[in-house]
């Protein structure tokens, strides 16, 4: 049975940048890591977007990145400029390219494409059962998440960022490739949360998707409907369908860290690290894995490293709005671009305000909403 300092379960982003980040560090020079992934054929299989200041670690590696954004809805129109910030988007094939690359050049990394199918912390060990063999090691780091652990919860509400993306590609120029159109809440809403979210990376080419926050999907035809509407309202009826992508991202604050053992950490999404509120996941791994490793390096214990803050508190309350008034999620962001600050907002959205601009931000929602939630949740009340 092969032994391993680390093994990680997953290969893909949170997976890979954990490991990348670990054999970047001298605490861990000579640490045995193992990627245990069952997909072999990842590639542009997500793209992230997420909004940064100044030059960043992933730059050159970008399908584009915008210095202006576009907030739509009946009652708003905002185009906000980003001043020194910028608004990034990066595809998972050139990403995956990149840290695999660097984890070739390490000897003590290994990739195995193997499923796994389970694995159970023994106090001085992890085992680790796949498909193909069994490992042992001492901490192992797991990606894979399972909706089945917020579907068997009921303490908080489950809604899902569910999307269909079309690339397309138009025989003229006709998009703005300065401006990124970051919700568009024009669209009928059905009574729920809808908006399109348009990125266009040339003149002649853009990324729409059209996204939902609520707790059923659609029929694909639906997703497809609703795009083609938006295109021919905009007057764009000649173009090229390039890729499509489609997916699921939970929006919970349901708290993941819970499932951790002594030594099994939870990573990624499975690890609580997307933004409930929001759904953006990229920014979180950037920040998570530089954390963890560090934490790690100074011997601290895992069950130390993920707790509560108070903008887990500020999910919670947004998502048992969202949950109950599903409907309204177009006037409760509306009301949040409108009173606030582009830097405000997304200072916000990013966990990096301080007290008094959250508290800016929350005046700018209907307080005795928020304020009964607020008590409900207080006096331990379910959503």
Known sequence: MQ?????????GASGLQLAYRLSNHTAFANASILILESNNHKGNDRTWCYWETGDGEWDDLLQNQWNKVQFKSKNV??????GSASYKMLRSKPYYERLHQS?????????????????????????????????????????????????????????????LGWYIKTPRPLFDTKTAVFMDFTVPQFQETRFMYVLPYTQTEALIEYTLFS????????????????????????????????????????????????????????????????????????????????????????????????????????????????????????GMFRNNSPKRIFQFLDEQSHFLQEL???????????????????FGAHH
């Open 3 to 11: 032994k391993l300092d680390f093994i990680i379960l997953g290969g």
């Open 77 to 82: 129109n905002k185009t906000i400029d980003l």
């Open 103 to 163: 984890l070739a050049n390490n000897k003590s990394i290994q990739i195995e494409y193997a499923r796994c199918i389970g694995f159970v912390d023994e106090g001085s060990h992890v085992t680790v059962s796949t498909d193909r063999q069994t490992y042992r090691c001492s901490t192992l780091f797991n990606s894979a998440f399972d909706w089945n652990v917020l579907n068997k919860q009921s303490r908080y509400p489950v809604l899902q960022q569910h999307f």
């Open 215 to 334: 707790k059923e999907l659609l029929d694909k035809s639906e997703y497809e409907d609703a795009i083609r509407d938006y295109l021919q309202d905009k007057n764009i009826t000649d173009y090229q369908l390039i890729e499509v992508e489609q997916g699921s991202i939970p929006m919970c604050s349901y708290p993941f860290w819970e499932n951790n053992s002594k030594n099994v950490h939870f990573i990624g999404s499975a690890g609580g690290w997307t933004k409930a509120s929001t759904g953006f996941t990229f920014k979180n791994i950037n920040r998570k894995t530089t954390a963890l490793v560090d934490h790690i390096a100074a011997k601290k214990p895992l069950s130390r490293f993920a707790k509560k803050n108070r903008f887990w508190w500020y999910d919670l309350l947004f998502l048992d709005i969202l949950a109950k008034y599903n409907h309204r999620g177009a006037s409760l962001f509306s």
């Open 360 to 378: 800016m931000i929350m005046r700018s929602f209907p307080k005795l909403l928020f304020v009964k939630q607020f008590f409900k949740r207080l």
